[in-house]
């Protein structure tokens, strides 16, 4: 089997003049009490500020602008419960593409709800996301339709990149960048974005102590499966898949440090966030703030940037948070 050609900075330029006017270019704003903290300028990539509350949106987006005619007919499926899933369904209603999603019966009902009211048609099957995975594959051969990987898939990353071309136009002198790490779409687009336009830049990849599928795997040198555990950071849960062509290759090589968050950490960087910067955030948007915060995290001296990739939080659960 050959390997995949990796996604390019062009590839993340014709996205982002693709998916321009199909969703937000997002502010990067100050934070001052970061900025005080850190000793150096902290801006936030406020991707809760996308149309969908994610950032998810943009990858979605490219991906169904990339389809042919044959197979916008057909219409696409995805798998997923969370923010990749209402970004796909909300692409795909402003395209008139048909759009199926399928997810387990653990799906709690406010989620389908929003799914179903943008249009597309939910399909509630088997006990844990494998195996609404399983029954997806086998809907696809039976109706010919697109599957849209969550993060394995160029047109995917090269949405997602668009968002590390965005940091370094408002933030030229950007020397570090600290992105929310989980299946690695996010982090593989904006890293091969920022890494080609400024080398010098640091890239950090953050995700959460239970259930760290990328991190574990980077370590071990190959990819390996992690049990899903429950965390406040629920959207960045989830294996690599055994088949991964794209991002466990372009996080390895691109990655210049990761760090663990406890669930303490992840709290405490939703809190503060709300409390001084009047943002909210859910817990996987919120581990880039959590890492800052800790220290632990061994950066350049200079202006940084942090992306804040959702909103998408139950608020009885983040009002119990900030209280
Ligand atoms: C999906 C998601 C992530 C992680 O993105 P990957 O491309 O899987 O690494 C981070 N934050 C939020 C809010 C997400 O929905």
Avoid at 71 to 86: K, L, P
Avoid at 93 to 117: F, Q, T
Avoid at 252 to 279: G, Y
Avoid at 294 to 313: E, F, H, Q, Y
């Amino acid at each position: 089997m050959s390997a995949a050609r990796p996604v390019t900075l062009s590839d993340i330029r014709d996205a982002a003049r693709r998916i321009a006017g199909r969703v937000s270019r997002t502010p990067l704003r100050l934070s001052p009490y970061l900025s005080e903290e850190f000793g150096h300028p902290v801006r936030l990539k406020l991707e809760t500020m996308q149309d969908t509350g994610a950032f998810k949106l943009r990858g979605a987006t490219n991906a169904l602008l990339n389809l042919g005619k044959d197979a916008r007919a057909h219409g696409v499926i995805a798998v997923s419960t969370g923010n990749h899933g209402r970004g796909v369904a909300y692409a795909a209603r402003a395209l008139g593409i048909k759009c199926v999603v399928y997810m387990s019966e653990l799906v709690p009902a406010v989620k389908v709800d929003a799914i179903r009211k943008l249009g597309a048609e939910v399909v509630i099957t088997g006990r844990s996301q494998d195996d609404a995975e399983h029954e997806a594959m086998a809907r696809i051969e039976k109706d010919g339709l697109s599957y849209v990987h969550p993060f394995d898939d160029p047109h995917v990353i090269a949405g997602q990149g668009t968002i590390g071309i965005e940091i370094l136009e408002d933030m030229p002198d950007a020397t570090n960048v600290i992105v929310p790490l989980s299946g690695g779409g996010l982090f593989a687009g904006i890293a091969t974005a920022v890494k080609t336009m400024k080398p010098d830049t640091r890239m950090a990849g953050i995700t959460m102590e239970n259930g760290a599928a990328m991190i574990e795997s980077l370590n071990a040198g190959k990819i390996i499966p992690v049990d899903e555990v429950e965390t406040l950071a629920d959207s960045l849960g989830g294996g690599l898949g055994n088949t991964n062509a794209y991002t466990f290759e372009a996080t390895r090589k691109l990655i210049d440090e990761t760090l663990l968050l406890s669930e303490d950490d992840i709290a405490t960087a939703m809190r503060t966030l709300f409390l001084q910067d009047r943002i909210v955030a859910e817990g996987g948007g919120a581990v880039g703030i959590g890492a800052l915060l800790s220290g632990r995290l061994k950066l350049n001296p200079g202006p940084t940037a942090i992306v804040v990739s959702g909103c998408n939080v139950d608020m009885d659960r983040f009002r119990k948070i900030i209280a």
